[in-house]
């Protein structure tokens, strides 16, 4: 098949996503209902058409600062166990409709207990609602726990990301502000995953550069990388000749390091100025663990599938290119190996088989 997959095609391809926060997923309509439900009084319209549109153009201003200022009002709205196990079912119905047959969503607990809510209860409500939103839909939704960086809660999060790592708690992610809060603020709760023989990805490398994602990787042992754009700045690439790595980029590419990369948001945040000139067609090139993500669908109204689309138009990817980067994207998923391999040979494989061939 030599022309470019549709979106519609797209949205047929079995796909893996891993960086998604639940936060910044809610359908509009969602959180217009739960603000009248709950007595959130601070949305700024509550016409949901408007609230959509709000959402983008306000985390559309090239700082990621700014861009976290959106979530009060999703937050603001996911303070009970009855929101918080619609969001959650909501979410895995979205990804579902999507064509997403495994996701790691992240959300940090710590956020929602403003109405009294214990971290416990938090999370039991999260899991609670993926549970029943993804029953029946082909689907298989993993948790991530995440910590805020500029608090300072996060080896007791970590904690309850290893109790309750069997029961739906894939692993452990830290959120937030990037400048200022290097990863090294939380070394403790790194150590401790790494004594408990559990999963963690850091978001480093999107507002800020090459010493937080040296930091992430060689100080705190994190897995996979959120974003980690900014890991071009230690590449150089001359006008007629080949690309030259530095030595975090050769590490981060021989040690096959996943990129969680989630295009869209990082033009809203300022870290990449354009689609086709986002690091990821580079990346691909030189063959990093490269993964396509949405980050949050709501502020960038996307989905894995737009995203996906995007990427083809600007830089000619095919069903080849697309199950490269599923299947680089389910091999680093935090889920034991037997089932990864179950899912690439099982589900991904034979999906992209069939849309290639039959269409
Ligand atoms: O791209 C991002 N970079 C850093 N932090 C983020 C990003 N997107 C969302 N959050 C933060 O993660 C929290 C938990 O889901 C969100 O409330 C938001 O503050
Ligand atoms: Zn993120």
Redesign the pocket.
Known sequence: MSQLPTLEEIRRAPKVLLHD????GLRPETIVDLARETGYDKLPTTDPGALRTWFQEASDSGS?ER??ET?DH??GVMQTRESLVRVAAECAEDLAADGVVYAEV???PE?HTSAGLSLEEVIEAVLEGFRIGSEGRGIRVGTLL?A?RHQARSMEIAELAVRYRDVGVAGFDI????AGYPPTRHLDAFEYLQRENAHFTI?AG??FGLPSIWQAIQWCGADRL??GVRIIDDITVPADGEAKLGRLAAYVRDKRIPLEM?PT?NLQ?GAAPSIAEHPIGLLRRLNFRVTVNT??RLMSGTTVSEEFAKLSEAFGYSWDDMQWFTINAMKSAFLPFDERLALINGVIKPGFAQLKWHG
């Open positions: 926060h639940l936060d910044g990621l861009y976290l979530f999703t937050v992240r959300y940090a956020q995440t805020m959120a937030g502000a990037e978001h999107e507002a959120g974003h989630c948001s945040t980050d949050n």
